[in-house]
């Protein structure tokens, strides 16, 4: 879980080992507030040591979205999950920003893999105005 304080983008860097052979989703989940939005970009899932083996698609979001799925929780309004930004992205013109309200939106991509297999999982994330003390974000591969 990541909290507030992100003054400017940080780069988030994880080794994770694939417990069993199966179709994972790779997810963000964004809680924040009316004054302040989690920016993401440029995402990469890659087996360990094989930097150019991308698992992921539009994982920079300059590609419309293509690969992702977008939702949010029933305490957001209708139509309240997140969306492509061009406003402070990382890289590139687009980036994913959150926009639910007091609750939780998610963004996920399915991907497989193999047991015992080691990968590397990183993104960059920013939020936007400081945030407050309900501005979380949770990622996780399950
Ligand atoms: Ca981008």
């Known amino acids: 879980m990541i909290t507030n304080a992100l003054s400017s983008y940080q780069f ?3 080794l994770i080992t694939a417990q069993y052979t199966s179709d994972f989703n790779l997810n963000f989940i964004f809680q924040g507030d009316s ?5 993401l970009d440029d995402i990469s899932l890659t087996p360990f040591n094989e ?4 698992l992921l698609v539009d994982g920079d979001f300059e590609n419309s979205l293509n690969g992702w799925t977008l939702d949010c929780w029933e305490g957001c309004e209708i139509g309240s999950s997140g969306l492509l930004s061009m406003d402070s992205c ?4 687009m ?12 963004l996920f991509q399915s991907v497989n893999l193999t047991s015992g297999n080691v990968y590397n ?5 920013f939020l936007s105005a400081g945030g407050s003390s309900v501005s979380r974000a949770y990622i996780n591969l399950q």
């Open 90 to 93: 990382h890289s590139g013109s």
């Open 12 to 14: 988030y860097s994880y």
């Open 95 to 106: 980036c994913y920003i959150d926009a639910c309200t007091g609750a939780y939106d998610f």
């Open 51 to 54: 930097s150019n083996s991308e």
């Open 121 to 125: 999982l990183s993104f960059w994330l």
């Open 35 to 39: 004054s302040a939005s989690w920016h």
